[in-house]
């Protein structure tokens, strides 16, 4: 089943924010811990664009990404051929239930995979098994509810809300980040560094990217179904997509996400 818990799909609009994604703009605290030779694993790496860069910054090492999602899984094996990437592959699998043996990786890795998850805890436990004593598990997920914008939006705000229920419906958590550090607790990490950052969008560029997808994904990604399933209407997401849209055209607009961020060691 291709991630039946994942509220936004697989859209084009929403690969459009994963493909962004690299290890400087979503895995910068991970930097100083990559070495060449180290063997990581990418849980649920979609497209694979942080992936075939670990690949870059540890080879000889090998990543291994895996994903619920087969079709999303092919285009990332297709991005590594592309780059003629030798050192990485990308699996189909379950982050329940990882298909690796015990003490395989230097580090596992997921970046904002825990917020969609029902059982994050069990996760965390489960990279912890394929990591090998003094490795490390390494996360990063954003917290909706520190999202930062200008000018004021009731739009904006509506999409927030609604956002928050139709995570929460689909057994996630929005709100995230603030809490990595207590799931890596009570997962039984004794050694964690807690982090955060944030991304910020403001640039005409930066503005009618983030704004035009949100705006997509609002009416066509899989997160339209989910918000009519729980009562919104075709007219409230398309008021939402409107809000997006200007805000996106507003040279004075602003939007920044925070996220924590954690490093927890293997013992």
């Keep these: 089943m291709e991630n039946a818990g994942y509220v936004h799909g697989h859209h084009e609009s929403v690969l459009r924010s994963h493909s962004w994604r690299t290890v400087e703009n979503s895995a910068h605290y991970l930097i100083h811990h990559l070495h060449g030779g180290f063997d990581i694993l990418d849980v649920g790496s979609g497209p694979g664009t942080i992936s075939v860069d670990l690949a870059d910054r540890v080879a000889p090492g090998r990543v291994v990404g895996v994903d619920a999602a087969e079709s999303v899984v092919r285009g990332a094996r297709e991005l590594a ?34 917020q969609h998850l029902e059982d994050p805890i069990a996760v965390l436990r489960e990279m912890a098994r394929v990591v090998k004593p003094g490795g490390i598990v390494a996360a990063r997920d954003v917290d909706y509810g520190g999202s930062i914008w200008y000018p004021a939006s009731d739009g904006l705000a509506e999409w927030k809300d609604l956002y928050d229920r139709v995570a929460r419906a689909g057994g996630g958590e929005p709100d995230a980040g603030r809490r990595l550090l207590a799931w890596a607790h009570e997962a039984g990490f004794a050694e964690v560094v807690a982090t955060g950052s944030i991304w910020a969008f403001s640039s005409d560029e930066d503005r009618a990217w983030w704004g035009g997808l949100w705006a997509d994904r609002v009416i066509e990604s899989d997160f339209a179904a989910r918000a009519i399933a729980i009562g919104a209407t075709q007219a409230d997401l398309q008021r939402i997509a409107d809000a997006w849209r200007a805000w996106s055209a507003n040279p004075d607009g602003w939007f920044s996400f925070p996220h924590g961020e954690i490093i927890a060691t293997v013992r």
């Design 81 to 114: 051929e592309s780059r003629g990437l030798r050192n990485v592959r990308f699996v189909t699998g379950d982050a329940y239930d990882l298909p690796f043996q015990d003490d395989t990786f230097d580090i596992a890795h997921a970046h904002q995979v825990l």
